[in-house]
């Protein structure tokens, strides 16, 4: 793909600079007095001229293509997070409905962190000390999780049990949520009910949240917001109106935060 857009990128310059020299022909012949004397056309060849010199330039300083290539990622890496920050404005009010998310830290917190995790996601599992340690930072912000089951069945399995648990176990939720992360272990429906368990939540009880709230309640409204906001992988965070793809780390997290405070946005100009 890279390839193919840096060709597009050489294309577009060797065609704006041949539509300038030819509007230049153009405004030669415009502006000079007719000759008095009769004129036999004759080919136009400055535009091969003009290819022949670009290309010798660019076999003469190669680097330039490797500019123009990191321009065309920086333009393609700006569109797309204009095109995430509008997804989010116009989804704003869905982001933000707790009916079928968890909320920790300061539930009437100005600042909203959201995150969209897998249960079995590596990066996923390693970032909890980052949303503990900005909810012990910030007394103001309210951190949303939104569960995005996205590597396969077993995370689907746990997903069905985290949604009934979060539904019968609110006030257990959070002991579930860091157990689960921190299991060491895959997880799945039997390693998740086990933790339910290990919290005072029996299977039984479990199973019957599981047809009482069906999962899917949770998991359509989330992977719609996900879709139509661009995630990519798990973890996810939205910070402000600003999408931040990956486990980015808890310093980076925070200095968004500290933007929103500043500016009203996670990246201060």
Not at 88 to 111: M, R, S, T, W
Not at 217 to 224: G, K, S, V, Y
Request: proline content about 4%; some cysteine.
């Amino acid at each position: 793909m890279a390839s193919k857009g840096l060709t597009l990128a050489i294309a577009a310059v060797f065609a704006t600079a041949i539509a300038s020299a030819a509007a230049t022909t153009v405004a030669i012949y415009h502006f000079t007095p007719p000759a008095q004397t009769a004129v036999t056309e004759t080919p136009d060849t400055s535009q091969g001229d003009f290819g022949q010199r670009v290309h010798d330039y660019l076999v003469a300083n190669p680097e330039v293509m490797l500019e123009v290539q990191t321009a065309l990622q920086q333009k393609q890496m700006a569109d797309e997070q204009a095109a995430a920050k509008a997804a989010l404005v116009a989804n704003k009010d869905k982001l933000l409905e707790p009916d079928h998310d968890a909320v920790f830290g300061n539930k009437d917190g100005a600042i909203n962190v959201i995150e969209f995790f897998d249960y079995n996601c590596g990066y996923c599992r390693r970032a909890v000390p980052d949303m503990d340690g900005i909810i012990a930072k910030n007394d103001d912000v309210r951190f949303v999780l939104k569960e995005i089951p996205v590597l396969g069945p077993d995370s689907e399995a746990a997903q069905r049990v985290s949604y009934a648990m979060l539904r019968v176990a609110p006030d257990k939720y959070s002991d579930f949520h860091h157990a689960l992360m921190e299991s060491g272990t895959k997880a799945n429906e039997e390693t998740a009910i086990a933790v339910a368990a290990s919290l005072g939540v029996d299977e039984a009880t479990i199973r019957q949240a599981m047809t009482d709230y069906p999962a899917k309640d949770a998991l359509d409204p989330h992977f719609a917001l996900a879709r139509a906001i661009g995630v990519t992988g798990t973890p996810a965070y939205i910070i402000g109106d600003t999408l931040i793809q990956g486990a980015v780390g808890a310093d980076t997290l925070q200095k968004a935060i500290d933007n929103v405070r500043s500016c009203g946005d996670a990246n201060c100009s």
